[in-house]
């Protein structure tokens, strides 16, 4: 199996983290976006050709390249997706670096599966990167696929911010009047839910706050990267 270097994982993990650090602390996460374009659903990043969903980390890294854009659609695919539906990507755009991580099995001289310490089978982790296009910057793909978006329900877009906040294991204080992190403490205060005027503010709020103390903990998708790339 063709795996990456070491020095190469490390080099994602990095470029990875930094990318989520980046959009933290400007408050500008996707999925607390204040507005919407007239054309980009807000939903999750999917694959064109497969409809399947995009996940942990590389919907971060595909929302801010979405939002920094300005795509009307949330539909990517590979180099090779685009050329096998007759299409193909315009002359110089520049694709967005996703990842994949896994594990696989080797096998001895015999054939059979490599045993671990645990007595069962060896898993070994690797992690791949490769790169997509948004079907906006391609051309000559079939008309279907520009269908329109279906927006993501508060059932899909608050799990991920919950899950973002409770991994990132800050000390998070709920009550008074002002939203703050505060350096001296390490603490981060936020006034109560019921005194934001929408839900999404409160994890808006909340997600902006973290950014001021993020790290490669913020959340655990990057820190299993980081424990690939060690």
């Not at 671990?116 to 948004?134: M, S």
């Not at 899950?163 to 403490?185: C, M, Q, V």
């Amino acid at each position: 199996m063709d795996k990456q270097p070491r020095g190469s994982r490390a080099s994602l993990h990095d470029e990875v983290t930094a990318t989520i650090i980046a959009q933290l602390e400007e408050g500008c996460l996707p999925w607390v976006q204040p507005w919407q374009t007239d054309d980009a659903a807000f939903g999750l990043p999917r694959n064109a050709v497969t409809g399947r969903p995009y996940s942990g980390i590389n919907i971060l890294i595909l929302w801010n390249a979405l939002f920094g854009s300005g795509y009307a659609t949330q539909k990517w695919l590979t180099y090779r997706q685009a050329m096998a539906l007759g299409g193909s990507v315009r002359k110089g755009e520049s694709g967005v670096g996703i990842c994949y991580a896994d594990t696989f099995v080797p096998k001895g001289a015999d054939g059979q599966a490599e045993v671990g310490a645990d007595g069962g089978p060896r898993h070994i982790p690797f992690l791949k990167r490769f790169t997509v296009f948004n079907i906006d910057q391609c051309v000559d793909l079939p008309e279907d696929l520009y269908g329109e978006d279906t927006g993501a329900d508060p059932a899909i877009i608050v799990p991920h911010a919950e899950t973002l906040i409770k991994a990132s294991g800050a000390d998070i204080r709920i009550g008074g009047s002002l939203a703050y992190y505060a350096p001296g403490e390490d603490r981060i205060h936020v006034p109560r839910r019921q005194l934001f005027g929408a839900p999404i503010d409160y994890y808006r709020t909340v997600l902006h706050e973290l950014g001021h103390n993020a790290a490669i903990r913020i959340m655990p998708h990057v820190a299993e990267l980081a424990r690939l790339a060690a």
